[in-house]
């Protein structure tokens, strides 16, 4: 089957829309004209007139109408705040991505005509160059339409260089040969490929293309002459043999004829195509037809012969060739194809492809469904695998020429819609589903290679097409992040699946808090209160936040209890803890005070320095209430020394220093100065919790610079007194040490 037969419904279709399309162009330029109009591109050349130049060359190589009124879009995006969603809006996502995509690959093309520029070294500018070729391989393969809009851009350029008389930038004609004119002829689009290394040519090597310009100038009105004459007898054979041949004469492209006299060190009155024919006919038969008419009145010259019909070249290029000698003597190229050979050789890609990235809607409002959608998802896996092909045959080059490093570490597989997904060397499946969507790799169960079911931790090959079976819900096996089984090569991948099972982990840890949490307020008979206030209260952002805690027993449900019970009234100072001990080995193995040389005597703990064990003690006789305990260095007990030095008596602690079950417990007072905060009572307090201190009472304050009194609520200093019960004053160094150590506490001090 010719080439271009398989893909004529899918330019039927296509064509459908043209008329359609056809104002969508006028419409697109109408809203880029007040944008461009006046503004200049970086080259100094016109936005509208680039514009107008880019939607021109994209009609001549038959591109779809619908791309050549994107060419306007996405020239005037560069105008716009937020382009995309302005395009969206008045043109469709179609035309919205192709904005996003290709300006996307212009800014990456103009960093790396920079960093070139930037370096002399060969190798590292081959290593530029092919790294360039990924890139727009990358843009390529989200848009194909961002490959003829980007070539026909290109070309517009030199032409405006060209016809301003203005030169070209080295980096620029570099990029243009070594980049552009290679991917269009990959993509077959001949028309563009020659005249882009023409321009490329006359801008990188002046003096060249002008001699050989002149050259071919000085025999250009007798070789005219001859190709007319041989022209005329060839199509007047063919026709008196039955063949409705079109013959015409090629056109000569001074890029091709230098690289044949340098290649193969020829003068170039030696050089076969400069007279050249090009014969066009019905079907394949009639080309073999012709070529054997052609070798019957004319001598093919030997080992000149090329059939790219039965083998045609790896872009899908078709065609006879064959050199042989006119009858004046000297030899004459001549290519014979069919019409439609003769459509994709001169227009490639382009002849036939012209898509409307719309879901199922296809092109033009036409539906993409059935044997249609098939076709074009052939189509476009044919271009990309082309894509592919010239990133390998550059890179190979690259290394070829200067040792480039080979760039084996990524490969290229097709989803079954054929969109190129880029993953590390050596993926398998499962890092395929995932590069896809993060929910995909979690459901992945299976995958087919190429049509064939093959395990997960398949290494997958550059080109494969990968088709992942999934169930509607799940998650991924914990066997996957096992790297001797090697189902993920990807670091990426394996953040996402520990991702999964750390979210499973908090989930369940949150619902073990959530339910600690419940119980304690059921006991605590307040199941009305909600479950946020109360984490903002204990300085949480959320429920789920104070869950997690608990559920970790990293927070103690004894600060909720704290938060949820009113504290007790606190008695006087004579009432508080008031005892009665005796020197006898009872009272004493239960602790308490002894008042020296006094068989039995009330004693009272006074509130003021709250005295505990083994702090060092003094007693004063009170009026009516036995015996007041104070520390050695309260400042009140200092002062009624200085009035009443006679009441004075000396005091011991009667066996509590030994702590243990059933020891006895003493009030301290703790002082917290700290710089306001959400969450620093939470903090403090699970210090308390962390030294298993019981907090029995808590009383906060806070206050703004220069305030006159301490005032409740906000504030940028926190004031925090705590009452704790503990059997032994010295467990309180430790304790403070950790106090200070806590974010924003500037002191913590016993009172």
Known sequence: MPEGAATAPIVALLDAGAAHSNAEVVRARAFAEPLLAAEPLDTGENALAHADGVAAILQAVGAAQELQAAAYLVYAADFLNKPEEVVAKAFGDSHASLVTHTRRLVQLQRAARVAKVQTDRRADVRAEQTERVRK????????????????????????WYAAAKQPCPGELADESLSVFAPLANRLGIWQIKWELEDLSFRFREPEAYKSLARALHETRVEREQRVEAARAALQADLYGQGLAAEVQGRPKHLYSIHKKMQGKDLSLDRVFDLRALRVIVASVGDCY?????????????????????????????QSLHTVVVGPDGRAMEVQIRTREMHEHAEHGVAAHWAYKEAGARGYAGVSAAGEFEEQVARARKAVLNQLLAWERDTVQEAQAAGGVPAFDDR??????????????????????????????????????IDGQMLPLNTPLQSGQTVEIVATKEGGPSLDWLNPELGYLQSQRSRAKVRAWFNALQQAQTIAKGRELVEKLLQREGKTALKLDELAARLGFKGADALFEVVGKDEYSLRNIELLLRPPEPVPDENELLAQRHTRGPSASGKGGVLVVGIDSLLTTLSRCCRPAPPDVIQGFVTRGKGVAIHRGDCSNLAEMKRRSPERVIAVEWGGGEAAGKGAPVYPVDVLVEAGDRQGLLRDVLEVFAKEKMNVVAVNTQSMKPGSAKPRAGGGDTAWMSFTLELSDASKLTKMLRELCSIPGVRSARRK
């Not at 070529?291 to 045609?312: C, M, N, S, T």
């Not at 050596?426 to 299976?446: I, K, Q, S």
Request: with cysteine; net charge positive; proline share 7%.
């Open 136 to 159: 727009m391989l990358l843009a390529f393969s989200r848009d194909l339409r961002v490959v003829l809009l980007r070539l026909a851009s290109r070309l517009q350029t030199l032409r």
């Open 289 to 317: 037809a012709a070529l054997a008419r052609l070798h019957e009145i004319y001598a093919p010259v030997p080992g000149e012969f090329d059939d790219y019909i039965a083998k045609p070249k790896p872009n899908g290029y």
């Open 411 to 448: 490969i290229y597989v097709f989803t079954p819609q054929a969109t190129i997904v880029e993953l590390a060397a050596g993926a398998t499946p499962v890092d395929f589903a995932y590069a896809v969507h993060t929910d995909l790799g979690h459901r992945c169960r299976g995958a087919r």
